[in-house]
């Protein structure tokens, strides 16, 4: 079968699968899965071209996804004018402050020559920058903390629409990969695969534990959307009259209270449906575009020197490739893409949750997307978001239904069947580890696998 072939079926079944839980269970939640899995096959394609296209074993997906998230809270929430006033002064010395001891350390590590007198003078000026800095920032963030910490207790954001943080969270992500990658990309695979991890885990400490800037555990919720909120539509006349256009057939039937009834109800739910196809529409114009734009990139030269690198790196070397100048290039890209994610689902959520964000977990849901959808192939990637994502959700309903017809011809005080179906949900670790072992065992290069074109 050719490949084309098979995405297209793939992407079928994909659909069929939505259309079943749309009639089994509701319109409602089969859209709400697929605009998880649309953000998830963004997610996907991040990773994919750091795997994918470089080889770079990136297991601190999370920590990235955490800064697009909170990006969303710095660009939509109003600023906090009381937090403002009572810190300004002391935060905008703390920034000069630490300003200056980064380019301080700059100077001593580029000028001064290597040995003692230059790893002194680089721990004096680092100590006593970071002690300095300190000494106005924790005044700072006292007093914002002290600023009605029920409601507030941080600075706020810049009271922008939420959509321009998908952009936003995708620099902050690309800035801090940079960071990152001048350090860690050096590492051979499995230590830099120990160092992302680590690295997102201080990520997400940070954002915990830092109130002033993110409230922490006290989460920031009541986010601003891109699309309209449904009470607003309930009472929006052209909502009315198109649910009851919509609808025309079955009210026709009804008379009196029951038509208006009936009519409040559709208008109720149609509403909801609404404001997620609307979500659905936005996230699918950003997959769309990180989708061809990676496609355009694989199959540039640029691509093709990537993969080289990827495949034998000491004979791209031996070409004249800068090895490590272009791994840093694909793990900025990669972890802006997955920046972009990050922002969207927090858009999403309509809130920001720092304890959400599980590393091992998530990142290992997200890597499960990657190779089941087919390593180095950018549609296998999104294939893998919208196939795990699906079945990670469905796992639970499904497990429990199992659970009730396996265990029918039981009592239903039976204690083992009670217990088997009280513990279903955990059924979705297994439907997780079944997929994998049965895509590995017959198709090692994923679903999609990655198409390999040799020139003539």
Request: hydrophobic residues 55%.
């Amino acid at each position: 079968m050719s490949n084309a072939r098979k995405t297209l079926l793939a992407f079928a079944a994909i659909a069929v699968l939505l259309l079943i839980i749309g009639f089994a269970q509701s319109w409602n939640v089969s859209l709400g899965i697929l605009n998880l899995c649309l953000i998830s096959a963004v997610m996907a394609l991040g990773v994919n071209m750091q795997w994918g296209y470089a080889g770079l074993l990136n297991v601190g997906v999370m920590g990235f996804a955490a800064l697009g998230g909170v990006s969303a809270v710095l660009v939509s929430q109003a600023p906090v004018v009381e937090a403002w006033d009572a810190s300004w002064g002391r935060l905008l010395i703390a920034a000069i402050c630490f300003i200056a001891t980064v380019a301080a350390a700059l100077f001593c590590y580029r000028r001064l020559p290597r040995g003692r007198t230059r790893n002194l003078a680089l721990t004096f000026t680092i100590v006593a920058g970071l002690a300095l800095t300190r000494l106005f920032l924790d005044p700072a963030i006292s007093s914002i903390e002290a600023i009605e910490p029920a409601k507030t207790g941080f600075l706020g954001g810049m009271g922008l629409p939420i959509i321009l943080s998908w952009l936003f969270g995708g620099l902050i992500a690309a800035g801090i990969a940079w960071c990152i990658g001048k350090v860690a990309l050096g590492l051979r695979a499995d230590y830099l695969a120990i160092a992302t991890l680590g690295i997102s885990e201080i990520i997400i400490a940070v954002l915990k534990n830092e109130d002033w800037l993110t409230r922490g555990v006290k989460n920031v919720t009541g986010l601003s959307r891109p699309v309209p909120y449904e009470i607003d539509l309930q009472g929006s006349a052209w909502f009315i009259d198109f649910t009851r256009w919509l609808y025309g057939g079955t009210l026709a039937n009804l008379d009196g209270d029951a038509q208006q009834q009936a009519l409040k109800q559709f208008v109720i739910d149609g509403s909801s449906i609404f404001v997620k196809v609307c979500y659905t529409g936005l996230f699918a114009a950003v997959l769309l575009v990180v989708l061809l734009l990676s496609v355009r990139a694989l199959n540039s030269p640029w691509g093709r020197m990537m993969r080289a690198i990827r495949d034998n790196e000491i004979a791209a070397g031996a070409m004249g490739k800068d090895v490590t100048r272009r791994h840093l290039e694909i793990f900025v890209i990669g972890s802006a893409v997955i920046g972009i994610a990050g922002a969207m689902l927090t858009t999403l959520d309509g809130q920001f949750t720092p304890t959400s964000y599980q590393p091992l977990r998530y990142t290992f849901l997200i890597w499960v997307m990657v190779i089941v959808g087919g390593s180095g192939n950018n549609m296998g990637s999104v294939l893998g978001g919208f196939l795990i994502w699906l079945v990670w959700i469905e796992a639970e309903p499904v497990g429990v239904w199992l659970m009730q017809v396996g265990t029918g011809w039981l009592d239903e005080g039976n204690v083992v069947r009670i217990h088997l179906i009280e513990n279903a949900q955990h059924m979705r670790l297994f439907f997780m580890g079944l997929v994998l072992l049965l895509v590995l065992r017959f198709s090692p290069g994923g679903i999609l696998p990655e198409v390999v074109r040799r020139r003539k």
